[in-house]
């Protein structure tokens, strides 16, 4: 199985402040198709998680471009640009590659 | 845009069974591959099974292997899932979601969401 390793496990930030956020997989994400089936999920308290990003780096449909994602192969990064009050809440990689799906542990973004 | 709706949760003691459905709204159903995730109290996401929306091919998570069904009626646009030999350790929010497609091209993310059922396995 493909362990997915996040860190940090907390990231206290200020609010306007930058966040970022490393995803580390055991193996390459890189799907025999070429793509690399690396998403990034966001779970509000209380709430289900929610598709930021898609295939590393793809924004998905009423995110907003403060959010970004980069990365290749083994290491991945969300970043955001000016952390807003809404954005608190704990993060996900997910790798798609290959079954079994797995998950990072997750990073907790909250205000200082 | 799409809706998922999951039901069938509840407490059961170990050892017994459940069967949680997701019912989908909003999007052609068939064409997409479900999958159901979980998370346990405090805990992070775990992916538990998989199953296509053409053929009906299914995936498990080891840890549900040999005990768990994932099932689908495309008439009724509802996923399924049979838990069956349930233990503590399967106590969790159960999600389903749907594996994403950007024209013809598969994201392989979940797009969709619903709001999960809570399954407590304890006696």
């Known amino acids: 199985d493909i362990v997915m390793t996040q860190t940090p496990l907390s990231s206290p930030v200020t609010l306007g402040q930058p966040a970022s956020i490393s995803c580390r997989s055991s193996?390459?994400?890189?799907?025999?198709?070429?793509?690399?089936?690396l998403s990034w999920l966001q779970q509000r308290p209380g709430q289900p998680p929610r598709l930021l990003i898609y295939?590393?780096?793809n924004r998905f449909s009423g995110v907003p471009d403060r959010f970004s994602g980069n990365g290749a192969g083994t290491d991945f990064t969300l970043k955001i640009s000016r952390v807003e009050a809404e954005d608190v809440g704990v993060y996900y990689c997910?790798?798609?590659?290959?079954?079994?799906?797995?998950f990072g542990g997750g990073t907790k973004v909250e205000i200082k | 845009e799409g809706q998922l709706l999951e039901s069938g949760g509840g407490l059961v003691q170990p050892g017994g069974s459940l069967r949680l459905s997701c019912a989908a709204s909003?999007?052609?159903?068939?064409?997409?591959?479900m999958s159901w995730v979980r998370q346990a109290p405090g805990k992070g996401l775990e992916w538990v099974s998989a199953?296509?929306?053409?053929?009906?091919?299914?995936y498990y998570a080891d840890s549900v292997k040999g005990r768990c069904s994932i099932s689908r009626d495309n008439s009724k646009n509802t996923l399924f899932l049979q838990m069956n030999s349930l233990r503590a350790e399967d106590t969790a929010v159960y999600y389903c979601?749907?594996?994403?497609?950007?024209?013809?091209?598969?994201?392989?993310?979940?797009?969709?969401w619903g709001q999960g059922t809570m399954v407590t396995v304890s006696s």
């Open positions: 979601a749907k594996k994403g497609r950007i024209g013809a091209a598969g994201t392989n993310a979940f797009d969709i």
């Open positions: 909003g999007f052609t159903f068939s064409s997409y591959t």
């Open positions: 199953i296509t929306g053409s053929d009906g091919t299914t």
């Open positions: 193996q390459s994400l890189v799907h025999s198709d070429g793509n690399t089936y």
């Open positions: 295939k590393i780096s």
């Open positions: 997910m790798q798609a590659t290959q079954f079994p799906l797995t």
